[in-house]
């Protein structure tokens, strides 16, 4: 690894050649699977998940620095919000999921076995939700406006539930992360190079 790159920053301490680091983060940015990256660099899945784990923070990163204000879900961090729920992260994802498509609060409760009281508090956060995001978003649109559409919103929770999905399980923990991830490949369609200059800015690489 060139010394005079990763001299005093985070890569200084890698055992990984740069090579390796930087095919980590664009395997991260294409979103293959842990597996795959695995096999495909030869180095072990725990490397890959740590890998991938950093990619995300970096996403944390960029929010938190040029968009503090952008918080997910608008009362502070979701992740924190789902964590407080007694349902699995399953139901709460298919909960929202149910929202998004319209289903009725009886035929909701009964699907997933749950209080239709959980499931009117449930819609009314996904309500919540579309209004936060005209608000931070879209200030100028007003009620009634033929322009606005709950769609993107809408299509915003399936593509989440898909992204967790693909994630597997043990998603609950990093919840908040995946989340960031989600807004940052939405913001960014060339993820690999804005991730890039996103490393570079917080570890200043440039200087």
Known sequence: MPE?????????????????IIL?????????????????LKVSEKTVIDWYRFCREITIY???????????GGY???????????LSLRTIILLIYKWSTKATV?????????????????Y????????????THEPNHQIGDPNVHT???????????????MKGTNTRKHLEEYLYE??????FVSTFSFMVRHIAAKYQLNQ
């Open 182 to 187: 989600f807004m940052y490949r939405k913001k």
């Open 151 to 165: 769609q993107n919103i809408e299509n915003s929770w399936k593509n989440v539930k898909r992204m967790l999905k």
């Open 62 to 72: 960029y929010f938190q620095t040029y968009e503090p204000n952008h918080q997910i």
């Open 4 to 20: 005079a790159f990763v001299q005093g920053t985070f890569f200084e301490h890698s055992r990984l050649s740069l090579r390796t």
């Open 24 to 40: 980590l983060i664009y395997k991260w940015s294409t979103k293959a699977t842990v597996g795959c990256t695995a096999r495909e």
């Open 106 to 122: 009886g035929c909701t409760a009964r699907e997933l076995n749950v209080s239709e009281k959980t499931v009117i508090d449930w």
């Open 124 to 135: 009314r956060f996904c309500r919540e939700i579309t209004i936060y995001y005209f608000q």
């Open 76 to 86: 502070g961090k979701i992740g924190t919000f789902f964590e407080h729920s007694r």
